[in-house]
């Protein structure tokens, strides 16, 4: 079947101080079923954000393709990326930025409803209602300024903004990392509430393991703009194959923060380390890792051969 989104060999630049050119992502492919949700995952720095902002066409492609139900977006005609763009809507980490303070909820919720001239305007309220409730919030809040609301409100609003235009695929960069712990739980519930109840998909960008595991059918654990592993969520973590992804999940474990159990920063994306991104930090460096840039190796193969466990790393090959 035609994946919902991919995304081949993207390469994403950004220009750094003295002319320099940074990749930001570098050669990352993704495969996004209809109805799933892809965890991304990976230390502050790593290229998610980079990545997801591409695929929204906020960040141009430096090079590699993004394909909208086997539609190269990059190719697309103008009048054709409105539809995509209702199509793939986003959450982003901090509701007070995405919020207007001088506009109420119900401005705020009528917005894409006029934009992509949803239905008619007697129809709205009820759409509202309806997103309204998905989110786990009730009406009273329409006439509320955003200043009134908690910041997990206001991210569940966030959320019903990114649903009234009916889309396929909601791109979340971060979208409970703002918030304190039960704020966070509530939004993850709505988030796999609105997946069963709409069949919206959704590409989950965080740096915590554990909101990834909570939701993800698929994770993809990316470090220095590269893909290291990808597969299904449950055999990634039950059985992390590459020294980073172990790493992540050990620290997470225990009480430190996700990469603590790293030792020292990752380098400098401008100036990414030769052979393997992460043998200047991997406890099993061989040789050859300072020297060879590993291929993708197929660390297990799920038994319905819908999704493939794959690895980047020697240790594989
Ligand atoms: Fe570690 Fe080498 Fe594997 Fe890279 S290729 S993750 S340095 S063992
Ligand atoms: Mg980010």
Same mark, same amino acid.
């Given at each position: 079947? &035609?994946?919902?989104?991919?995304?081949?060999?993207?390469?994403?630049?950004?220009?750094?101080?003295?002319?320099?050119?940074?990749? *930001?992502? +570098?050669?990352?492919?993704?495969?996004?079923?209809?109805?799933?949700?892809?965890?991304?995952?990976?230390?502050?720095?790593?290229?998610?954000?980079?990545?997801?902002? @591409?695929?929204?066409?906020?960040?141009?492609?430096?090079?590699?393709?993004?394909?909208?139900?086997?539609?190269?977006? &990059?190719?697309? @005609?103008?009048? $054709?990326?409105?539809?995509?763009?209702?199509?793939?809507?986003?959450?982003?980490?901090?509701?007070?930025?995405?919020?207007?303070?001088?506009?109420? =909820?119900?401005?705020?919720?009528?917005?894409?409803?006029?934009?992509?001239?949803?239905?008619?305007?007697?129809?709205?309220?009820?759409?509202? #209602?309806?997103?309204?409730?998905?989110?786990?919030?009730?009406?009273? %809040?329409?006439?509320?300024?955003?200043?009134?609301?908690?910041?997990?409100?206001?991210?569940?609003? *966030?959320?019903? $903004? *990114?649903?009234?235009?009916?889309?396929?695929?909601? =791109?979340?960069?971060?979208?409970?990392?703002?918030?304190?712990?039960?704020?966070?739980?509530?939004? =993850?519930?709505?988030?796999?509430?609105?997946?069963? &109840?709409?069949?919206? /998909?959704?590409? %989950?960008?965080?740096? !915590?393991?554990?909101? =990834?595991?909570?939701? /993800?059918?698929?994770?993809?654990?990316?470090?220095?703009?590269?893909?290291?592993?990808?597969?299904?969520?449950?055999?990634?973590? #039950?059985?992390? *194959?590459?020294?980073?992804?172990?790493?992540?999940?050990?620290?997470?474990?225990? +009480?430190?923060?996700?990469?603590?159990?790293?030792?020292?920063?990752?380098?400098?994306?401008?100036?990414?380390?030769?052979?393997?991104?992460?043998?200047?930090?991997?406890?099993?460096?061989?040789?050859?890792?300072?020297?060879? +840039?590993?291929?993708?190796?197929? /660390? #297990?193969?799920? !038994?319905?051969? @819908?999704?493939?466990?794959?690895?980047?790393?020697?240790?594989? +090959?």
């Amino acid at each position: 079947a &035609t994946p919902l989104f991919e995304v081949r060999d993207l390469r994403v630049e950004h220009a750094a101080p003295g002319g320099q050119k940074l990749n *930001a992502v +570098n050669g990352v492919s993704l495969r996004l079923r209809e109805g799933s949700i892809l965890g991304v995952v990976g230390e502050s720095g790593c290229g998610k954000s980079s990545l997801a902002r @591409a695929m929204l066409g906020l960040l141009p492609v430096a090079a590699g393709s993004l394909f909208y139900r086997g539609q190269e977006l &990059t190719t697309l @005609a103008s009048r $054709r990326r409105r539809g995509t763009q209702r199509g793939i809507q986003h959450v982003f980490q901090d509701p007070a930025n995405s919020l207007s303070p001088r506009r109420t =909820i119900r401005q705020t919720l009528e917005e894409p409803l006029a934009l992509y001239r949803m239905a008619g305007r007697d129809e709205w309220p009820g759409r509202i #209602a309806r997103v309204l409730e998905a989110v786990g919030l009730g009406s009273e %809040l329409l006439d509320r300024y955003p200043n009134e609301l908690s910041g997990g409100q206001k991210q569940r609003i *966030a959320l019903a $903004r *990114a649903l009234l235009p009916d889309p396929d695929l909601i =791109i979340a960069d971060e979208p409970v990392s703002s918030l304190d712990v039960s704020a966070q739980a509530r939004v =993850i519930e709505r988030i796999r509430h609105a997946r069963k &109840t709409f069949g919206t /998909a959704f590409l %989950l960008i965080s740096h !915590d393991l554990a909101v =990834i595991r909570q939701l /993800a059918d698929d994770v993809s654990v990316m470090y220095l703009g590269r893909l290291v592993e990808s597969g299904p969520a449950d055999r990634v973590f #039950a059985e992390p *194959a590459h020294p980073y992804t172990q790493a992540l999940l050990a620290a997470a474990r225990g +009480n430190g923060a996700p990469g603590s159990g790293l030792k020292g920063e990752p380098p400098s994306p401008l100036t990414p380390p030769p052979g393997c991104v992460f043998h200047t930090r991997c406890p099993r460096a061989m040789d050859r890792c300072s020297r060879l +840039n590993p291929g993708f190796t197929v /660390a #297990a193969q799920d !038994d319905c051969g @819908a999704q493939t466990h794959l690895v980047r790393c020697h240790l594989w +090959n």
